[in-house]
């Protein structure tokens, strides 16, 4: 389950769903209760839930660590 990885601030993830823009890459810049992201195409920035966003999460690639 994606709930056991340690997600924290600077990670890559891939979203299920698509953004308005065709992205589905996201930069995570809050983790808390609420999740924020931003976009990396269009850099546009959303909020969810973290019970939401751990359901849509597709993949995680952790490109902070080189
Ligand atoms: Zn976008």
Redesign the pocket.
Known sequence: MIENIDLKIGMHVVMRKK?????NDWLIIRYGADVKLE??????QIMMERPKFLRNVKKILDNEKG
């Open positions: 953004h308005a823009c065709g992205e976009c990396y195409k269009c850099k546009r």
